[in-house]
């Protein structure tokens, strides 16, 4: 069959090997260690010359079964599963960078990633370089010859800004730098990153995939559409093929020795929440529009911050890159702290809970949680402001949510 949905390919992915009893659900290979016939064969397996597995931490065939469903509706040319969207970061960045270089990337990030950008790796002597990435000529002034990735969000948390990937995309590649994004917040059966010009695509797992909050992971997608001929820290690694450096190290260098890889476990549960996707997202990111437009009519409300509103000042480019439905995560400003602490408080079905895109809707108060460790001072120019809540839209009805927002927001 030819160009079937994304659904019928995710749903309909075959098994690398054939199941001996033909089970449709991929079992879940829970074995630490696979055992092989000869010393040769394992031989090959250790050293990467065979896809034979022999070590879950490394390679599992439930893990990779997963990966393949990803690789089959992404069209990448590689698909690392690990076992958190963090991971998915630092496995990404420590890959491509080495001691001296720079990542050019946005203040405008979710708060343990800021941290790992401006601690973790400066302390490994690699700088982040913090610039508006919504101004091209800020960002073509931050790249020299060490830069390693031009690293964002498709759209921040929480701040809900949009940069334009085509044109950070073409920056990039001009100085020879490789464009990673983290796409969280629209899934890919949405919005096809490589089109923007996106060479990897970084993923938590853990929200619209798990279905339901069941599992953590996340997810590197590799287009293998970036050159790395000439890239500092993949020299070693380039071979026949020069698109081929970034996946191959990651794969048998960094993760393996930062011990991330997804369970086999978390794996089936995620293999589980594709089938679903796409149809939970439109649910969720069809409520997260119709309740952002009552919001904006609701008395004490200030403002909504949500990029599918036709006011938003992103608007136009965030319907260009990712559709009618710019996720299912929204943002409302209160008259203060004590305004978000009270409103919080009253709420009876909403759930006050970190976390985004469970089946239930999640809500929380981001300068006081995710930022609460940071200075004010930090926070203000991360643009976090006391007087902002975060709100993930599950799969109640509009109209059930409304009314828990309206009977806490009462005066």
Same mark, same amino acid.
């Given at each position: 069959?030819?160009? #079937? =949905?994304?659904?019928?390919?995710?749903?309909?992915?075959?098994?690398?090997?054939?199941?001996?009893?033909?089970?449709?659900?991929?079992?879940?290979?829970?074995?630490?260690? $696979?055992?092989? +016939?000869?010393?040769? +064969?394992?031989?090959?397996?250790?050293?990467?010359?065979?896809?034979?597995?022999?070590?879950?931490?490394?390679?599992?065939?439930?893990?990779?079964?997963?990966?393949?469903?990803?690789?089959?509706?992404?069209?990448?040319?590689?698909?690392?599963?690990?076992?958190?969207?963090?991971?998915?970061?630092?496995?990404?960045?420590?890959?491509?960078?080495?001691?001296?270089?720079?990542?050019?990337? *946005?203040?405008?990030?979710?708060?343990?990633?800021?941290?790992?950008?401006?601690?973790?790796?400066? *302390?490994?002597?690699?700088?982040?370089?913090?610039?508006?990435?919504?101004?091209?000529?800020?960002?073509? =002034?931050?790249?020299?010859?060490?830069? $390693?990735?031009?690293?964002?969000?498709?759209?921040?948390?929480?701040?809900?800004?949009?940069?334009?990937?085509?044109?950070?995309?073409?920056?990039?590649?001009?100085?020879?730098?490789?464009?990673?994004?983290?796409?969280?917040?629209?899934?890919?059966?949405?919005?096809?990153?490589?089109?923007?010009?996106? +060479?990897?695509?970084?993923?938590?797992?853990?929200?619209?995939?798990?279905?339901?909050?069941? =599992?953590?992971?996340?997810?590197?997608?590799?287009?293998?559409?970036?050159?790395?001929?000439?890239?500092?820290?993949?020299?070693?690694?380039?071979?026949?093929?020069?698109?081929?450096?970034?996946?191959?190290?990651?794969?048998?260098?960094?993760?393996?020795?930062?011990?991330?890889?997804?369970?086999?476990?978390?794996?089936?549960?995620?293999?589980?929440?594709?089938?679903?996707?796409?149809?939970?997202?439109?649910?969720?990111? =069809?409520?997260?529009?119709?309740?952002?437009?009552?919001?904006?009519?609701?008395?004490?409300?200030?403002?909504?911050?949500?990029?599918?509103?036709?006011?938003?000042?992103?608007?136009?480019?965030?319907?260009?890159?990712?559709?009618?439905?710019?996720?299912?995560?929204?943002?409302?400003?209160?008259?203060?702290?004590?305004?978000?602490?009270?409103?919080?408080?009253?709420?009876?079905? #909403?759930?006050?809970?970190?976390?985004?895109?469970?089946?239930?809707?999640?809500?929380?108060?981001?300068?006081?949680?995710?930022?609460?460790?940071?200075?004010? +001072?930090?926070?203000?120019?991360?643009?976090?402001?006391?007087?902002?809540?975060?709100?993930?839209?599950?799969?109640?009805?509009?109209?059930?949510?409304?009314?828990?927002?309206?009977?806490?927001?009462?005066?």
């Amino acid at each position: 069959m030819k160009d #079937i =949905s994304f659904e019928a390919r995710i749903i309909h992915a075959p098994y690398e090997k054939p199941d001996v009893h033909k089970a449709l659900a991929m079992p879940v290979y829970q074995s630490v260690a $696979c055992e092989f +016939d000869t010393a040769e +064969d394992m031989e090959e397996a250790f050293c990467g010359r065979s896809k034979d597995h022999f070590y879950s931490r490394i390679t599992n065939p439930t893990v990779q079964y997963y990966e393949d469903r990803v690789r089959n509706v992404t069209e990448a040319f590689g698909v690392t599963a690990l076992n958190s969207g963090m991971s998915a970061i630092s496995n990404t960045l420590l890959t491509l960078a080495h001691a001296g270089a720079n990542v050019v990337t *946005s203040p405008h990030l979710f708060g343990n990633t800021y941290s790992f950008l401006k601690n973790t790796l400066s *302390s490994l002597g690699i700088e982040a370089r913090f610039c508006d990435l919504t101004n091209p000529d800020e960002v073509r =002034s931050r790249i020299d010859g060490n830069t $390693c990735a031009i690293f964002l969000e498709t759209i921040t948390n929480p701040q809900m800004e949009v940069a334009d990937l085509r044109a950070l995309s073409a920056i990039g590649h001009n100085g020879g730098v490789p464009l990673i994004a983290d796409t969280t917040l629209v899934p890919f059966s949405a919005f096809r990153a490589k089109d923007f010009g996106v +060479d990897i695509e970084l993923v938590s797992s853990t929200k619209y995939i798990s279905g339901g909050a069941t =599992s953590l992971g996340g997810l590197i997608i590799d287009y293998g559409s970036f050159d790395w001929s000439h890239f500092k820290a993949l020299k070693p690694w380039i071979n026949a093929d020069a698109h081929t450096a970034f996946s191959t190290r990651l794969r048998r260098e960094i993760h393996r020795n930062l011990g991330a890889y997804l369970t086999p476990q978390a794996a089936y549960m995620q293999i589980l929440g594709l089938e679903t996707l796409h149809l939970r997202f439109v649910r969720q990111a =069809s409520t997260c529009l119709e309740l952002a437009r009552r919001l904006q009519q609701t008395e004490g409300i200030v403002s909504v911050n949500y990029t599918g509103l036709e006011d938003n000042p992103f608007y136009a480019l965030s319907k260009e890159q990712f559709g009618q439905y710019p996720g299912a995560m929204l943002t409302f400003d209160l008259a203060s702290r004590e305004a978000c602490f009270s409103f919080l408080n009253r709420l009876k079905l #909403i759930r006050r809970a970190t976390n985004l895109f469970d089946n239930k809707s999640l809500i929380l108060h981001p300068a006081s949680t995710i930022y609460g460790s940071f200075t004010e +001072d930090l926070r203000q120019s991360m643009h976090i402001k006391q007087q902002t809540i975060r709100l993930s839209t599950g799969l109640e009805s509009t109209d059930d949510l409304m009314d828990d927002i309206l009977q806490a927001i009462a005066l």
